[in-house]
């Protein structure tokens, strides 16, 4: 079964130094990888995705994610952090199957970043 | 476009009463789902829908049906509430459906219903 582990509940960052927020995944056949945040008391939104080709994905906000297929991994990364980029993380994965996708969420990671 | 609406803001339930929480979105997207958000899980697929006439269940479908009679609603019916209902409840929807591009689409998520049941 098709499966996404976010190792970690909680990460903490100083503003300006680089962030991760780490995603590994388990499916059969090629994945489809997207990462979402969450602000409180709001909907998740689409931050970036991978779907083939170049390992490095650029997404919103000055985020990327690097797919690593040898370590099942989809590493959400920004060379800078933001006090506003405080919110609730989460990784997933979609697999094809005989008549529709579906979509698997990881557990999230609270990225706290501080002044 | 609104995107993905959803109503009621908040609910509150006895144990054993029905209600249906409401989702709509207005950008032609064939494929809608519904989530649970619980503190520690992430979001649980309930339902979800590849079209009008369409549904499939998800990770968690009991004690909830739902229905796709247009391509704009998508609503979440609890047949009979359970404390265990309590939950924060997103609706979403991304383009693509049984052709199979729903798989690499990112899906759009409404505000949330946050449900409590007493």
């Known amino acids: 079964a098709q499966s996404v582990a976010q190792p970690e509940d909680q990460v903490n960052v100083a503003e300006g130094n680089p962030l991760t927020v780490k995603c590994t995944y388990s499916?059969?056949?090629?994945?489809?990888l997207f990462w979402y945040v969450q602000y409180p008391n709001r909907g998740l939104q689409f931050l970036l995705k991978?779907?083939?080709?170049?390992?490095l994905v650029k997404g919103s906000y000055g985020f990327e994610a690097e797919f690593n297929k040898s370590q099942t991994s989809f590493h959400l990364k920004k060379p800078s952090a933001l006090v506003s980029d405080s919110a609730l993380y989460f990784c997933a994965v979609r697999q094809w199957y005989s008549s529709a996708s579906k979509i698997i969420f990881g557990s999230g990671t609270r990225l706290s970043i501080r002044p | 476009n609104a995107g993905v609406t959803q109503t009621p803001k908040f609910q509150v339930l006895k144990t054993g009463q029905s209600m249906t929480l409401q989702c709509a979105q207005d950008m032609n997207h064939e494929y809608m789902s519904w989530y649970r958000q619980d503190p520690g899980m992430g979001l649980r697929l309930i339902h979800y829908s590849v079209g009008a006439g369409i549904t499939d269940q998800g990770e968690v479908p009991n004690g909830y049906n739902v229905s796709r009679s247009t391509t704009e609603d998508f609503p979440l019916r609890l047949l009979s509430a359970a404390p265990s209902q309590t939950s924060v409840y997103f609706c979403?929807?991304?383009?693509?459906?049984?052709?199979?591009?729903?798989?690499?689409?990112?899906?759009?998520f409404g505000p949330g219903t946050r449900l409590t049941v007493l």
């Open positions: 499916v059969s056949g090629n994945p489809y």
């Open positions: 991978y779907i083939t080709g170049d390992n």
């Open positions: 979403a929807s991304s383009l693509g459906g049984l052709a199979g591009a729903s798989s690499y689409n990112e899906q759009f």
